[in-house]
């Protein structure tokens, strides 16, 4: 890891070169330092860009800054705190240099802005999320506790590049030592642990005797894990509790490369091979804003667990308003819109990205939101934000809070779905597509599919914006009622993502891929 240090300081991005500007997807910048893309400049000029946008947005309060067990993370942590304390933010870091969980930073925004102080707080979080060790990231929280959205990424995006452009030599900065004695600590673990009775029904873990195992897969959730599995009732096992920046006791993922999965069998195959020691286990990926729920069937699949915990939700929160919305992304399982049917419910349907559920966890207008690559978050028990951004930790302990109520383990609790609403086959592929044909992705409209049926059902609706909240998919959603494809283009490579998922099985699974395909070779 020694030459990955060094290339983060040594590297000198290119600001000409377009792959080496600073670009922010649906989770912040990320990159290599090996490869030009997150280097130290990236660091410099991102903090300082955030310091303008606060001023701008007259963001007075303080910003709470995370990180996690990432190689790249450490020296990211370090120069974002030099340039933060040089604009004099009063920024929150934790004690003795602990990492942070993304949830916890959330938390830790809501929390204090809940006050309402005369200025307000917001975050950033050093972490490429499940990445493989080489990588690096960082992203931007607002004063909603949540993901920035398009609008304020595109004004730090290009605030930062005009920095980056420059070498840099406009950025504001300290050294570290006094950056450091100018931050305050803040406990950012006892602090969400003391609020967590509100979001999940602990005694019922307490009083259930379960037997709980922890994976944190050399990640933030660590701490948090090891505070729980010290209190007394909660019976939590930490399974694994090594940090390594290059993340050599991973088990390598289906492609053969170290990533912290915690929805791949291959990434969660430690945890698997000792799931019998326990009741019910999860994991979570380095920042822990996704879960990975293991029983006695294996790793559940993520649209699997997402549908039992909206099901249970809408049936055991009392408190809850009927009015709530339960939020998905719209590549998520359409066994969702049939439990939220069942439930009397309105479904709220959003483009990929956990950013689009922000407002409406933050406003308390969306019980839940999830999207299928594991992340979500939902609200208190008494109906009001929890967190706004994915809270993986939150999740794992409801699916012990669901096993403690009502005696089923998660992957029972599915297949009683399965019975009253049918047995939904799902499958993510990626197609080539040259940069013309993902370009045209975003010019498709709806009346471009002339096909009336798909895999033999009538096509019952066509989406280019997002049925929820009317935003850009940037891609094309094609359903029926036996089942939909959707499919959208690669932010970084020359594929595009064909994502089906049908209700009668397999070989009607194959077809609608089949014939996707053929659709979308026809209007790209």
Not at 329 to 353: C, F, H, I, K
Not at 416 to 434: E, F, K, M, W
């Amino acid at each position: 890891m020694q030459n990955l240090l060094d290339a983060f300081y040594a590297i000198k991005p290119d600001a000409s070169v377009a792959a080496q500007r600073v670009a922010f997807g649906t989770s912040g910048h990320r990159g290599s330092a090996l490869k030009s893309t997150f280097n130290e400049w990236h660091i410099l000029s991102i903090a300082q860009a955030v310091a303008d946008y606060r001023a701008q947005a007259n963001i007075g309060g303080p910003l709470f800054l995370g990180q996690d067990t990432h190689a790249l993370s450490q020296p990211a942590w370090e120069t974002a705190l030099q340039v933060l304390a040089a604009n004099n933010i009063d920024v929150r870091i934790a004690a003795g240099g602990e990492v942070t969980a993304t949830p916890l930073v959330s938390r830790a925004i809501l929390s204090f802005n809940a006050s309402e102080p005369a200025g307000q707080a917001d975050g950033l979080i050093i972490t490429p999320s499940h990445n493989p060790p080489e990588d690096g990231g960082i992203k931007y929280n607002t004063p909603d506790g949540g993901p920035a959205d398009s609008d304020v990424t595109g004004w730090i995006e290009q605030r930062a590049n005009e920095y980056l452009h420059n070498g840099c030599t406009d950025v504001k900065r300290l050294d570290i030592s006094t950056a450091r004695t100018q931050a305050q600590e803040y406990d950012f673990v006892a602090e969400y642990i003391a609020q967590l009775g509100q979001v999940v029904d602990l005694q019922a873990i307490r009083n259930s005797g379960l037997k709980l195992g922890a994976d944190p897969m050399g990640g933030t959730a660590l701490p948090v894990w090891q505070a729980l599995g010290a209190e007394a009732g909660m019976n939590i096992s930490v399974v694994n509790q090594q940090v390594d920046p290059a993340f050599a006791f991973m088990p390598p993922d289906h492609d053969g490369r170290i990533r912290m999965d915690c929805s791949s069998t291959a990434a969660m195959a430690n945890l698997l091979k000792v799931r019998d020691q326990f009741d019910i286990a999860f994991g979570n990926d380095p920042d822990a804003d996704r879960h990975g729920i293991v029983d006695s069937a294996g790793l559940m699949n993520p649209n699997h667990f997402l549908c039992v915990c909206v099901d249970y939700l809408l049936t055991h929160r009392p408190h809850w308003s009927a009015t709530l919305k339960v939020g998905k992304t719209l590549v998520t399982s359409s066994m969702m819109d049939r439990v939220v049917q069942a439930n009397n419910r309105e479904l709220y349907e959003v483009p990929v990205g956990f950013k689009w559920f922000v407002p409406g966890l933050f406003n308390a207008e969306l019980a839940f939101g999830g999207e299928e690559s594991a992340g979500a978050s939902f609200l208190t028990l008494n109906g009001k934000p929890w967190t706004t951004d994915k809270d993986g930790i939150v999740l794992c302990l409801l699916a012990a809070e669901i096993m403690a109520v009502t005696g089923l383990k998660p992957s029972e609790y599915y297949a009683r779905l399965v019975q009253q609403h049918g047995n939904p086959v799902y499958r993510r592929i990626d197609a080539p597509a040259t940069p013309a044909q993902k370009a045209a992705f975003k010019q498709l409209t709806a009346d471009r599919i002339q096909a009336s049926q798909l895999a033999g059902s009538d096509i019952t609706a066509v989406h280019t914006r997002a049925p929820g909240n009317g935003a850009a998919i940037g891609g094309i959603k094609v359903c029926t009622e036996q089942g939909w494809f959707a499919a959208r283009p690669s932010g970084t490579e020359d594929i595009y993502k064909i994502y089906a998922e049908s209700f009668v099985g397999e070989e009607h699974l194959g077809q609608l891929i089949n014939e996707a395909q053929s659709l979308l070779s026809a209007v790209l």
